[in-house]
Nanobody, 116 residues
């Protein structure tokens, strides 16, 4: 399975973006899908996670503003970013956990920049 992230861009504070992460293989092979972000010089942090069964969890900093979802028919999972703040500026990465091989696969990053 390979992941391809897209949807980043430049947006004003208060705006919205939708990030997509398309899997080249069967998304069902990914037990847990997640989004992470990283600011230059800082550690990568988990933003949102969704299990195959649809259980979701979010970082406190994005609760109520971001929504993670997955569409198995399209082999894609998403991150809806609403009410964006300048501190949300980062490179966003998608990641999948493949239980069959006990391994993680990362997508390439997509830049999100929020202007004040």
């Amino acid at each position: 399975v390979q992941l391809q992230a897209s949807g980043g861009g430049l947006v004003q504070a208060g705006g919205s973006l939708t990030l997509s992460c398309a899997a080249s293989g069967d998304l069902l092979g990914i037990n847990v899908a997640s989004w992470h972000r990283q600011v230059a010089g800082e550690e990568r942090e988990m933003v949102a996670v969704i299990t195959r069964g649809g259980v979701k969890n979010y970082a406190n900093s994005v609760k109520g503003r971001f929504t993670i979802s997955r569409d198995s028919a399209k082999n894609t999972f998403y991150l809806q970013l609403n009410n964006l703040k300048p501190e949300d500026t980062a490179v966003y990465y998608c990641r999948g956990y493949i239980s069959a091989t006990s391994s993680f696969v990362w997508g390439q990053g997509t830049q999100v920049t929020v202007s004040s």
